[in-house]
């Protein structure tokens, strides 16, 4: 019961006191009242105020009596309440005692639960025990499993391998048992015609006839030499008149010389030993002319010592994006090194590496360039590369002959697509790299952006060991962190002057900050540095250490020094090339070279880069001249080299002669007796070598690591517009194939047109520009077409038959084969499973062959056919009527039926496309390359620009660099290099179908 319940008890019983108090007065006094107003005459104040009193106290008896009566009625209510509340309470109470028995009831059902859950607990612990031993199990017996299945597979594999080579070996033995029975046959005979004949002795003859082929020789090579030299004069006279004067001119005692030399072996006497009446004694011929054709090989004769020792040589390229100023750079170089006299431009074309006319008329280079320099006692033979991605073959070769690099970028725009792409190109043949951030006038320039692109785009670790002075306008020169020390670079003496000076205040901190970058990413190649470092900070550590230490990362190719500078306003370079003789690696700091035995594939040879060990060096490019013909650039790892000696193509078994060694510069050329290991020169008389080919001593041969080369994804059809232009045609194109490795020519059998294929739109752009300009060939030209490629997509089988019967004998082949999908980029595999004899094995080579000629020319649509395997299981023969044609045909007739049957599909060639525009026209480029079936990868901003990265087929894509320069008002840079190969649509493909039928009905 609350307190205000209380209250009213209480209240209650007073206030009725008090009515009951005030009712008796008020009873009382009412009959005097009424005496005295029967009273006459006045009243006295007295009695009135009386009477106002009993008049008030009745109204307030009036008001107690009705909140009597109320509180009458609230105790009413209050009490039925407070009895219902006594009520409730006992409902609670009986509620409560419910509750508890139930609680009790519940606790102890919960300890039995609990029990229970217990007991499941350990029941399902053990069960768990189990299971995660029989889990043990399992995986032990799957690693088992996986064990005896590689076991398996290794086994299948030796099989195979140990199936072909004794394949191999069968068909050796039964080519060597056919040359033994020719051998012996062609002895018998010339035993039968010795015998009958009065002929010289056989010994003797073969002595003569080998110095009449090698005088042959060397007369043919004396009649192209003074061939050569004649055009050389004529060529040197017509530039001496326009003022021109060239380094090296033959003078003409020494073509003089030739003639004598050439005049004093006529044919005559050559032949003479042959013609000669059998009773003159052989001996007493007048054939003396054993010296010019005795071959002269390099370890036979006494070797020269180098001229430079190899320690202070520098084999280095250029390498970079497309307009980064690698030529530019170059130029500088040349220039500053005393190499040329005169800075060249680029774009007025007269820069000295860019010596092709349409690399000067386009302002870009196109294929690389070889030159050598000195400096500061150092010899640096540089390669200039292009940077533009449809001439990348000649940044791949190039890179494969060099020692190091430096990487060119652009101080604007940074990490660009072809930096990428160069960069991995170079750590794909470790080579060491310094970095050189150019262009620090460009307005937008920014040397640190660019130091945290090597590192996060490329993955590189840079060193800087130099920050700009100043950027944009306001660059003046550069702070050398070794040093401490401000070269700000005079542009009155085209850089060629500088003045040293302290670090300018508002310079010191940041130089301070970015030197203990450089000092502790140097030390971490040093451990004895990094506990000096440790021990007693970086004031203690040397620069000649730091340089030491920086060396060290570098040729590992772990750490990339990084300078900056304008090529083009001539500051900076001068410290470039301190950088390259710094820490870029000579031949010597550079592991032994590599390569196979001739006799044993297995078997690892290595050359060390000395002149006396056997000479060894890969061809990396060839280069057609006008003048001396065929020059092949050679890159020595080994020994030395001799003009006039003999070495051996080992890729090619063959015999090559050394006519004639040059040191390039660009186009020109200086003639040279000797190269030693670690040299870059260029060898003329090499028929037989392209590039990638290995050469090197007879008695020590070595095969080199082969140069690998992109696939060319772009072809066109090219025609003569004359008969005489036929010729001229096929010339040039021959001489520009054994160029280019990335550039093929075959002739389609069914439209019988020429086409070439190449790496883009601008290849094959500069391919016809060069038959026109070298070569003279007016040509009609059509459009870019794609290399499709046709494959399959499921296991088909098909049967081939081949039978004519016409009167004589007959020919039969018949073969029964299989084809399965291979995986993309596998390629090829024929599977031999023909057991029991069904067809003879010599009849399965024939097979192979007919199914390679199949794929070769398409069946689907008329496009190459890629990564199939296909089995040959079954089949017959004729003892009589089977031939090798015969089953080329079946094999031709049965993959085109299970070709067909295996769901082919069309290939397109997909390429990788980046885009940088700036923000505004980025929606219009993104657009462009949707409507071309393109799938936009990423689209991020990167300074003020923004960069569209995007896979798109190249079918759609021809003509993209016009369409992007007009979409962006000349503002976006597009790039593309090839991607891999996809599905070409189901309606485009019918498409092509329907296009490849009209063009069968024209025919």
């Not at 003409?252 to 004093?264: L, N, W």
């Not at 044919?267 to 004694?281: F, G, K, Q």
């Not at 002319?289 to 004769?301: H, N």
Request: one cysteine or more; proline letters at 4%; a negative charge.
């Amino acid at each position: 019961m609350n307190t205000d319940n209380l209250t009213l008890i209480i209240l209650i019983p007073a206030a009725g006191m008090v009515v009951y108090a005030l009712f008796a007065i008020l009873t009382t006094a009412s009959p005097q009242r009424e005496k005295k107003q029967k009273r006459k005459g006045n009243a006295s104040p007295a009695v009135d105020f009386n009477d106002q009193r009993v008049i008030r106290l009745e109204e307030e008896v009036k008001t107690l009596e009705k909140e009597l009566q109320e509180i009458r009625s609230s105790y009413a209510s209050e009490k039925s309440e407070f009895q219902e509340a006594i009520n409730r309470y006992d409902e609670l109470k009986q509620e409560l005692a419910r509750r508890q028995e139930w609680v009790a009831a519940s606790e102890d059902m919960l300890s039995k639960v609990r029990a229970e859950n217990l007991e499941l607990k350990n029941k399902f612990l053990e069960k768990e025990k189990e299971s995660q031993d029989e889990f043990t199990k399992n995986v032990n017996l799957q690693k088992e499993l996986r064990e005896v299945s590689e076991k398996i597979v290794e086994l299948d594999k030796t099989i195979k391998e140990k199936s072909e080579q004794i394949e191999i070996q069968r068909h050796r033995i039964e080519k060597n048992e056919q040359d033994i029975t020719g051998h012996l046959k062609t002895i018998d005979d010339f035993k039968r015609k010795e015998k009958i004949s009065e002929w010289i002795p056989k010994s003797e003859f073969n002595k003569l006839n080998e110095e009449y082929t090698e005088l042959e020789k060397e007369l043919e090579d004396g009649q192209e030499r003074l061939k050569s030299f004649a055009e050389e004069i004529a060529h040197l006279r017509k530039q001496i008149e326009k003022g021109i004067i060239l380094q090296a001119v033959e003078s003409k005692e020494q073509i003089e010389e030739v003639k004598d030399e050439t005049a004093k072996t006529p044919e005559e006497d050559l032949v003479a030993p042959v013609t000669e009446e059998p009773s003159v004694p052989v001996a007493e011929e007048p054939v003396a002319v054993e010296e010019p054709a005795a071959e002269i090989k390099p370890k036979d004769r006494p070797r020269p010592a180098p001229k430079q020792p190899l320690e202070k040589t520098r084999n280095i390229g250029i390498m970079a994006h497309i307009d980064a100023g690698k030529t530019t750079t170059t130029e500088r170089i040349l220039f500053y090194t005393g190499r040329s006299h005169k800075i060249g431009e680029v774009h007025e074309g007269a820069a000295t590496m860019d010596w092709m006319k349409q690399e000067q008329e386009r302002g870009i280079t196109i294929t690389s360039a070889a030159t050598t320099c000195f400096w500061k006692g150092y010899r640096i033979n540089i390669i200039d590369t292009p940077g533009h991605v449809d001439f990348t073959v000649e940044v791949e070769r190039s890179l494969r002959v060099l020692d190091g690099a430096v990487a060119v970028f652009c101080a604007v725009g940074g990490i660009e697509p072809q930096s990428e792409t160069v960069w991995h190109q170079s750590n794909k043949y470790n080579v060491p790299k310094v970095g050189f951030v150019n262009k620090m006038d460009r307005t937008g320039a920014d040397f640190y952006a660019v130091l945290k692109g090597i590192e996060n785009d490329l993955g590189g670790n840079p060193i800087p060991v130099e920050i700009p002075l100043g950027a944009e306008d306001s660059f003046k020169g550069v702070v050398d962190l070794l040093e401490m020390k401000a070269y700000i670079y005079e542009e009155d003496s085209q850089g060629k002057d500088y003045r040293v000076e302290e670090i300018p205040q508002e310079y010191l901190d940041r130089a301070k900050e970015y030197r203990h970058i450089m000092v502790e990413k140097a030390v971490a190649f040093d451990e004895a540095l990094t506990k000096k470092y440790l021990e007693s900070g970086e004031d203690s550590i040397s620069a000649e250490e730091l340089i030491c230490a920086m060396r060290k990362g570098t040729v590992a190719n772990k750490a990339v020094p990084v300078i900056c500078g304008s090529a083009f306003k001539n500051k900076g370079v001068q410290k470039l090339l301190d950088a390259v003789t710094m820490y870029l690696p000579s031949p010597l700091d550079l592991p032994a070279v590599e390569g196979h035995d001739l006799e044993d594939k297995e078997k690892i040879l290595s050359r060390r880069p000395e002149a006396d060990e056997p000479f060894s060096g890969l061809a990396f490019k060839v280069q057609a001249d006008l003048h001396m013909g065929k020059l092949v650039y050679v890159r020595i790892y080994s020994g030395c080299l001799e003009t006039g000696t003999y070495v051996l193509n080992s890729t090619k078994n063959k015999k090559e002669r050394v006519a004639r060694i040059v040191q390039m510069h660009a186009n020109q050329r200086e003639n040279i007796e000797y190269a030693f290991a670690g040299d870059i020169i260029a060898v003329v008389g090499l028929s037989n070598t392209v590039t990638g080919d290995t050469l090197c001593d007879f008695d020590d041969s070595i095969l080199l690591e082969a140069i690998q080369f992109p696939t060319p994804v772009v072809s066109l059809s090219i025609a003569p517009k004359s008969r005489s232009d036929q010729d001229k045609l096929g010339k040039g194109l021959a001489k520009l194939t054994e160029e280019d490795p990335t550039f093929f020519v075959h002739t389609d059998e069914e439209t019988k047109e020429v086409v070439l294929t190449g790496m883009g739109e601008l290849h094959l752009e500069i391919i016809v520009d060069r038959l026109k300009e070298e070569f003279g060939v007016e040509a009609i030209v059509g459009q870019p077409k794609v290399a499709y490629r046709e494959t399959i997509t499921e296991r088909s089988e098909g049967e081939g038959k081949y039978i004519k019967q016409s009167g004589g004998r007959g020919q039969y082949g018949h073969c029964l084969l299989r084809v399965i999908p291979a995986q993309p980029a596998e390629g090829f595999e024929f599977i031999d499973s023909i057991k029991g004899g069904a067809i003879p094995r010599s009849f399965i080579p024939a097979v192979e062959k007919g199914v390679i000629e199949a794929m070769q020319k398409g069946v689907y649509v008329g496009y190459p056919i890629v990564d199939v395997k296909v089995e040959l299981y079954d089949g017959s023969f004729h003892e009589v009527d089977s031939s090798e044609l015969a089953f080329k045909m079946a094999g031709i007739f049965g993959f085109k039926e299970a070709f067909m049957k295996a769901r082919p599909i069309l290939l397109e060639p997909y390429m990788s496309l980046e885009v940088a525009t700036i923000e505004e026209y980025a929606n219009a480029c993104i657009g462009y390359i949707c409507s071309r079936r393109g799938k936009i990868l990423n689209a991020e901003p990167k300074g003020k620009q923004k960069i569209i990265s995007a896979e798109v087929p190249l079918s759609e894509m021809f003509g993209y660099a016009t369409a992007f320069r007009s979409l962006s008002s000349g503002r976006a840079n597009a790039t593309m290099e090839f991607s891999r190969y996809l599905q070409v649509p189901q309606e485009i493909t019918q498409k092509l179908i329907e296009e490849r039928e009209k063009q069968k009905e024209k025919e």
